[in-house]
Nanobody, 114 residues
Framework: QVQLAESGGGLVQPGGSLRLSCAASVRIFSMYAAGWYRQAPGKERVLVAGISSGGSINYADSVKGRFTISRDNARKSVYLQMNSLKPEDTGVYYC????????WGQGTQVTVSS
């Protein structure tokens, strides 16, 4: 059973930064697309950033220029560097890994508030 473990969430002031990490318990992480979704209170889960197994990257328009996704296949991990955070970035951030099936982490809370 694939498990994803997220870390790095927390409370930060507007304009601040956080770095989310997600470690996957898979044999060959390089075979998986991976990334991050966000779910704000009362809203649907939406894609924030994704990175394919080949390294192609896409971002939600709302985070372009502020967030950076990266992966380390040797460490079986995907990361999300979040800079210039805004209150609207608040939500639970879920890591995913996708190959033939999709797997999700348990989520980590990010709160941007003064």
């Amino acid at each position: 059973q694939v498990q994803l473990a997220e870390s790095g969430g927390g409370l930060v002031q507007p304009g601040g930064s956080l770095r989310l990490s997600c470690a996957a318990s898979v044999r060959i992480f390089s075979m998986y697309a991976a990334g991050w979704y966000r779910q704000a209170p009362g809203k649907e889960r939406v894609l924030v950033a994704g990175i394919s197994s080949g390294g192609s990257i896409n971002y939600a328009d709302s985070v372009k220029g502020r967030f950076t996704i990266s992966r380390d296949n040797a460490r079986k991990s995907v990361y999300l560097q979040m800079n210039s955070l805004k209150p609207e970035d608040t939500g639970v951030y879920y890591c995913y890994a996708r190959s033939m099936n999709s797997y999700w982490g348990q989520g980590t809370q990010v709160t941007v508030s003064s």
